[in-house]
């Protein structure tokens, strides 16, 4: 779901996706939150990215990796409640854009137990430019699909 700008530009305000995954809230947090398991579902099968944070609230949040050129996307984690909620600012490095606040975007997760699955909800928002948002747009649903498969699968091992 793309919510319109505030300012009358192209550009969407934010985006929301949603996924139901068959995995107890408490196993899709610790796959969400492990920087191996991060490694292992962000990158996917396509490149690799090694993940840098302690996840306490103000302090930095780091990918870094390889996917055609070498990237470091740098932020800062906004909030962490465990098995929760989760938030932290963005900039990658090939946006080549100057790190000041307006050319972060947030990525935000909330978990939601319904019955026997856990509902996640990801939301992007402030897109520096529309080239961002579009890759972002396309980025995150592709790669909610490799995180739920990546915890079911191991719900089954």
């Known amino acids: 779901m793309n919510l319109p700008s505030h300012d009358g530009s192209d550009i969407p305000e934010c985006f929301i996706e949603e996924v139901a995954l068959d995995a107890p809230v408490s196993m899709v947090w610790e796959h969400l939150v492990n920087p191996r398991s991060m490694s292992e579902w962000l990158g996917g099968k396509d490149y690799s990215v ?36 989760l938030s932290f600012t963005q900039l990658s490095s090939l946006s080549r854009l100057p790190d ?12 939601q137990v319904a019955s026997n699955q856990t509902i996640l909800r990801f939301k992007a928002a402030g897109f520096p430019t529309l080239v961002i948002y579009k890759h972002l747009q396309f980025y995150w649903p592709v790669t909610l699909d490799v995180f739920k498969a990546y915890v079911e699968a191991r719900r089954q091992a």
């Open 100 to 111: 000041q606040p307006s050319s972060y975007t947030t990525l935000s997760f909330v978990l």
């Open 50 to 85: 090694e993940v840098d944070t302690t996840w306490e609230v103000g302090s930095a949040m780091v990918v870094r990796g390889v996917h055609h050129l070498p990237f470091e996307s740098r932020g800062v984690v906004l909030s962490f409640k465990p098995c929760q909620a």
